[in-house]
């Protein structure tokens, strides 16, 4: 019998898979796609990313990124990352490097998807594959989590995101977050002549439409187009419990607060790790309070931010109070790396 079956071969998905063979386990992964899979993502991965990829046996090439930095139309400020380096990095390559080291260490990635779920004392079965678990990483909005009924209504602003690429020379090795009265910019270093910009707003409108709103930024973007726009959302998704039986949520299935802070990879591998520690330990119910903890920072960090940004008042202050508190806009970006 499989002992870890996975629905989604996302980084959350094939990170999961890797613990569990690197943990002497025999994981499946199912999905639908074709290598490499791309998506709407702010491509930067904190300090901590990277660590959990090396820690995973993973090698992927990018741009190195020192820290964040914050602009409005006036200001800006900057940070360093406390220890180590961030890396900015195409999802597709990203993508492709996690499902070569899964194919290395003997993980199986089937075709399909993971419709029907039944589950008794002892086993799952899903997809016509029997395992002893079921891992449930089929992303934001994760059909399995709702078919369990996971899913919690949220009465907050939607927030969706849409991003592209541009084919030039990246100015700076910080991730720079542009903030305007509509929404922030995201602009990551990728490659030695290639810049991932996203946009994260309220408002269901165009991605020039958004962008619009930061001529300084849009100044610098000259280049050919690299890709096309993606985009996704809404972002906010809030979840029950991330245990139901045999089966286990991680990465964005198991819940998302915003891309404001930049931490969704690093906290689904990180929370890959957990899950598979407690499938070890034969104690799936601890992964709940290990999640929690896991993802404790990013929330009320991010929270925080929210709750700023959807009042125009106090959406104003958020670059120019971190200038006058350089120590604290540092603390906080140490924290999240």
């Not at 939607?158 to 903030?179: D, M, N, Q, S």
């Not at 050919?224 to 906010?236: E, I, N, V, Y």
């Not at 309070?289 to 700023?308: I, Q, V």
Request: aromatic share 4%.
């Amino acid at each position: 019998m499989i002992d870890v079956l996975v629905a989604g071969g996302g980084p959350a998905g094939l990170g999961t898979a890797i613990h569990a063979a690197l943990a002497g386990m025999e994981a499946v992964v199912v999905e639908p796609r074709a290598v490499p899979i791309d998506k709407a993502c702010g491509e930067g991965l904190m300090p901590s990313g990277v660590a959990a990829l090396r820690s995973l046996g993973v090698d992927v090439g990018g741009a190195r990124l020192r820290g964040i930095r914050y602009l409005d139309e006036r200001r800006q400020v900057e940070a360093t990352f406390g220890d180590g380096h961030g890396l900015g990095v195409r999802r597709t390559d990203l993508h492709a490097a996690l499902h070569r080291r899964a194919e290395d260490l003997g993980v199986k990635v089937l075709p399909g998807h993971v419709d029907g779920v039944r589950q008794s004392r002892d086993e799952i079965e899903a997809a016509g594959l029997r395992a002893r678990w079921l891992v449930a990483a089929d992303g934001l909005h994760s059909p399995l989590r709702r078919r369990l009924g996971l899913e919690l209504p949220d009465r907050r602003p939607r927030r969706y995101g849409l991003r592209r690429h541009y084919r030039i020379a990246p100015w700076t090795e910080f991730v720079e977050v542009h903030w305007a009265a509509g929404g922030e910019a995201y602009v990551t270093p990728v490659g030695e002549n290639l810049v991932g910009v996203a946009v994260l707003s309220s408002r269901r409108r165009g991605y020039a439409e958004h962008l619009a709103e930061f001529p300084a930024l849009l100044a610098r973007l000259d280049g050919p187009g690299g890709s096309r726009t993606r985009g996704a959302g809404p972002l906010r998704q809030r979840v029950r419990t991330r245990v139901a039986g045999r089966v286990l949520l991680v990465g964005d299935a198991a819940g998302y607060t915003d891309a404001l802070t930049g931490e969704g990879v690093s906290l689904a591998l990180h929370s890959a790790e957990a899950l598979v520690r407690c499938l070890r330990a034969n104690a799936p119910q601890d992964y709940e309070n290990a999640w929690r903890r896991l993802s404790r920072r990013h929330r009320l960090l991010t929270g925080a931010l929210l709750a700023a940004r959807h009042r125009p008042a106090s959406a104003r202050l958020i670059v120019p109070a971190a200038r006058r508190l350089p120590v604290v806009f540092t603390a906080a970006v140490r924290a999240l790396g």
